[in-house]
């Protein structure tokens, strides 16, 4: 059974820093793209960052460029979001979400995903 | 980047009522759909990919159509457990999602 475990998540200071970390189970963690998908309270969904399988491959969305850093361990199967320079508009539930992967590669299409962790902005 | 337009953003419907939402992508994203079910407190689940592709255990009452720009998510009999917001997502490029649609009850 595909599992997902977000953590690291809670109140920063505008301008803070934090890390998510998303421990994975019940896949071969290295053969998949993995991506965080933030949902801002009330709002819809927002693709954030995402990962090729050996890690080399990186992408980001406009609003996080520059200040969130993506990466992986895969020894441990475990997907990290490095988050600098937190703004009020970066306060949202973050998820981890796995890419539908196939012979053919692998899609943002997102078949799994965690339960969440909230990180809030605030002074 | 390619935007996503959902509609409309809510509706209001009773079980058993057939429901339809619409999703208008800015260019052709060549059927690079998928269909999401989110319900409160959880995390979207996938119900159609490639637009009209059932994700296994998906009830066959859900279905997908469109092409191009324009895509459709259909309800064929709206059950108890159908109340959710509903999301599309493309996956052409860089994804990006509808902005969502809230399926009240009557």
């Known amino acids: 059974e595909v599992q997902l475990v977000e953590s690291g998540g809670g109140l920063v200071q505008p301008g803070g820093s934090l890390r998510l970390s998303c421990a994975a189970s019940?896949?071969?963690?290295?053969?998949?793209?993995m991506n965080w998908v933030r949902q801002a309270p009330g709002k819809g969904l927002e693709w954030v960052s995402g990962?090729?399988?050996?890690?080399?491959?990186?992408g980001y969305a406009d609003s996080v460029k520059g200040r969130f850093t993506i990466s992986r361990d895969n020894s441990k199967n475990t997907l990290y979001l490095h988050m600098n320079s937190l703004r009020a508009e970066d306060t949202a539930e973050y998820y981890c979400?796995?890419?539908?992967?196939?012979?053919?590669?692998?899609?943002?299409?997102?078949?799994?995903w965690g339960q969440g962790s909230l990180v809030t902005v605030s002074s | 980047d390619i935007q996503m337009t959902q509609s409309p953003s809510s509706l209001s419907a009773s079980v058993g009522d057939r429901v339809t939402i619409t999703c208008r992508a800015s260019q052709d994203i060549r059927n690079a759909l998928v269909w999401y079910q989110q319900k409160p407190g959880k995390a979207p689940e996938v119900l159609l990919y490639a637009a009209s592709r059932l994700q296994g255990g998906v009830p066959s009452r859900f279905s997908g159509s469109g092409s191009g720009t324009d895509y459709t998510l259909s309800i064929s009999s709206l059950q108890p457990e159908d109340f959710a917001t509903y999301y599309c997502q493309h996956y052409y490029s860089t994804p990006t999602f509808g902005q969502g649609t809230k399926v009240e009850i009557k």
């Open positions: 979400a796995k890419s539908r992967c196939s012979g053919g590669g692998c899609q943002s299409i997102f078949d799994y």
């Open positions: 990962i090729s399988g050996s890690g080399d491959d990186t």
């Open positions: 019940g896949f071969t963690f290295s053969n998949h793209v």
